[in-house]
């Protein structure tokens, strides 16, 4: 038997509000999906003036990413699993509507074990990162040493 940690509301909801204010500060309206570790919404909040696409994407982006242990633009990178010449190259069409493949998708890891995902749809590239990784950094803040999360946009587990 293996003892997991659980992400819940109350650390979904900080991590949205971080987020919102990181897409005020670079200037984007963003829709924000935090999932589990199953890929199941948390929260989600789409930013008044936000793209009416924006929660579908950025429910796969945290989709993909919790399932996939991986930021989601790792999968298009040179020589990444989605590429032509990667092994999982088409992967995206499996699962129709759930499966990202570009930026703004991170894994939420905790200890070393993944918990969930956050999904940012709505910015540039640049914008979502910025969005996503200032949300993994609040989730870190409010847990505190105990526990660690890695904050980086690059995230491979």
Do not use: W
């Not at 919102?20 to 935090?34: G, P, Q, S, Y």
């Not at 696409?53 to 020589?79: C, D, V, Y």
Request: proline share 3%; glycine share 14%.
């Amino acid at each position: 038997m293996k003892s997991a940690l659980k992400l819940e509301l109350e650390e979904a909801k900080i991590m949205i509000e971080a987020a919102k204010k990181a897409a005020e500060e670079v200037k984007a309206l963003e829709t924000i999906c935090i999932v589990d570790d199953g890929g199941y919404v948390i929260a989600m909040e789409r930013m008044n003036g936000g793209r009416i696409t924006g929660p579908e994407i950025a429910m796969a982006k945290a989709f993909t990413a919790s399932g996939h242990k991986r930021s989601t633009h790792l999968f298009n990178q040179p020589g990444g699993p989605a590429t032509t010449t990667g092994e999982a190259f088409g992967i995206h069409v499996m699962i129709p509507g759930k499966f990202a493949i570009f930026v703004g998708g991170f894994p939420i890891v905790v200890n070393g074990e993944v918990v969930g995902g956050v999904g940012v749809s709505g910015g540039n590239g640049e914008q979502d990162t910025a969005v996503g990784t200032a949300a993994l950094k609040a989730l870190q803040e409010h847990l505190g040493s105990e526990y660690e999360v890695m904050t980086q946009a690059d995230i491979k587990k």
